[in-house]
């Protein structure tokens, strides 16, 4: 079946310019997961949507950070005032929430570039 | 705090022979631990995945994993290695509480021909 899609796969754009990038997630999953892989950081949490509860933003850098989850299913992760730092390639995954054997599935990631 | 640690940044192996990778994790009690791997321009693909157990777990394209407690490792083995498993590898683990993945720092993988 499907697996995990993101658009666009390479995005540059100028400091100072807001961005949006797109998650679509396997059919029928329930959670949605956005991590953020940069070189000087590594892979790292933003935010987490599971069903209808509210989003774990815990990892959100900050408040020029924000995504929602719409119908349960596309998400969109919003970037403000995009600064150069922001440079990574943003990566969306979805799992199936059983118990405790989850298992996240990823997508082949957006190329964020701030000029 | 909870980490994960893959001690080696880069390995090279000549192609068909053997691989370890190496990864221990620092958690409260013992994790759900995750092995993927990234080719370039790619996203992460899963290979194997511990729960609970039988501490030897087989993954896709001839992978391994064995789940040490004592050590608080989780490495990645592979007896033969083709060209093609060229990569970068990262370990990830979650703990019970939350549902995030903590990654290592991955360890990219060069073959010789």
């Known amino acids: 079946g499907a697996g995990v899609s993101q658009s666009p796969s390479n995005k540059v754009t100028e400091k100072g310019k807001d961005v949006e990038l797109r998650c679509d997630p396997i059919?029928?999953?329930?959670?949605l997961y956005w991590y953020r892989q940069s070189l000087g950081q590594g892979l790292e949490f933003l935010i987490y949507f599971q069903g209808n509860s509210a989003p774990d933003k815990s990892g959100l850098p900050s408040d020029r950070f924000s995504a929602e989850r719409t119908g349960g299913s596309v998400s969109t992760l919003t970037i403000q005032r995009t600064q150069q730092e922001d440079s990574a390639v943003y990566l969306c995954?979805?799992?199936?929430?059983?118990?405790?054997?989850?298992?996240?599935?990823f997508g082949p990631g957006t190329r964020l570039l701030v000029l | 705090a909870q980490s994960v640690t893959q001690p080696d940044i880069h390995i090279t192996v000549s192609e068909g022979a053997s691989l370890e990778l190496r990864c221990n994790y620092s958690?409260?009690?013992?994790?759900?631990l995750f092995w993927y791997v990234q080719s370039p321009g790619q996203g992460l693909q899963l290979l194997l995945k511990?729960?609970?157990?039988?501490?030897l777990v087989q993954g896709i394209k001839g992978f391994e994993a064995e789940f040490k407690r004592s050590q608080s490792s989780f490495n990645l083995r592979k007896p033969s290695v083709h060209w093609s498993d060229a990569a970068e590898y990262f370990c990830a683990a979650r703990g019970n509480a939350g549902n995030m993945l903590t990654f290592g720092g991955g360890t990219r993988l060069m073959v010789k021909p």
């Open positions: 511990y729960f609970s157990g039988d501490t």
């Open positions: 059919s029928g999953h329930t959670a």
């Open positions: 958690y409260g009690a013992t994790p759900y």
């Open positions: 995954a979805s799992s199936w929430v059983r118990q405790k054997q989850e298992t996240q599935y």
